[in-house]
């Protein structure tokens, strides 16, 4: 989508010359558009802040974007994100490891984290079982995850997708081949209403969801 900005460049400037395509702010727009949530109003806000701030600051924010594309990556244990070999909460040694909640998306961890209610680790599936999408459960870390459970460590899995068809089948799914390992499974209780995301609910909702897990 084209947003008028092209009259912008001065006049008489020789774009061949100088090497200057004269779509610099264009490419700028298109990007921005391209993210999530955000929609032409929103890519050109951003885009002015950018142009009227200083050059330092735009060098830290691309910095920043790179650096993040570089350094962060997949936890080879838990697929949640990681800076270093092993994200924080499986390095770290004191947290329960009889207890995994399991969730969609690396975003997941970080909102049951801000709420103080799960002391044990996390296991992210990289989605939901969705046959309109063509995912099944191969298409998940739900291998990786039964190999977890194999050490006999690990008493409890906390399902903590979202509520929606797809998250609630996904449950379903798993709570049936877990069950059978002598492995207590639980689900979200009163907090999360029907059809909500993990990511958007609020700390105290999502929260007193864990505390108040049912058994499934």
């Given at each position: 989508m084209a947003y008028g900005f092209d009259d912008m460049t001065p006049a008489g400037l020789d774009h061949a010359a100088s090497g200057n395509d004269g779509r610099a702010l264009q490419?700028?727009?298109?990007?921005?558009g391209r993210l999530p949530g955000i929609g032409p109003k929103s890519a050109q806000r951003i885009a002015y802040y950018l142009l009227e701030s200083d050059a330092e600051r735009a060098r830290r924010?691309?910095?920043?974007?790179?650096?993040?594309?570089?350094?962060?990556h997949f936890c080879p244990?838990?697929?949640?994100y990681a800076t270093r070999k092993t994200c924080d909460v499986c390095a770290d040694t004191t947290?329960?490891?009889?207890?995994?909640?399991?969730?969609?998306?690396?975003?997941?961890?970080?909102?049951?984290?801000?709420?103080?209610?799960?002391?044990?680790?996390?296991?992210?599936?990289?989605?939901?079982?969705?046959?309109?999408?063509?995912?099944?459960?191969?298409?998940?870390?739900?291998?990786?995850?039964l190999s977890r459970l194999a050490s006999g460590e690990v008493e409890e899995v906390i399902l903590a997708t979202n509520t929606d068809v797809e998250g609630e089948a996904t449950a379903t799914y798993l709570s049936r081949?877990?069950?059978?390992?002598?492995?207590r499974v639980t689900r979200f209780a009163v907090g999360m209403s029907v059809g909500g995301e993990v990511e958007l609910a609020d700390e105290l909702s999502l929260g007193r969801a864990i505390e108040d897990r049912r058994e499934l």
């Open positions: 490419r700028l727009l298109d990007e921005l924010l691309a910095s920043a974007i790179l650096d993040v594309k570089k350094q962060v244990v838990c697929f949640s947290r329960d490891r009889t207890s995994i909640c399991v969730v969609s998306e690396p975003r997941d961890v970080s909102a049951v984290e801000r709420t103080g209610a799960h002391h044990g680790l996390y296991h992210v599936l990289g989605g939901v079982i969705s046959p309109m999408d063509k995912i099944g459960p191969d298409q998940l870390h739900v291998k990786e995850l081949i877990i069950k059978p390992l002598g492995v």
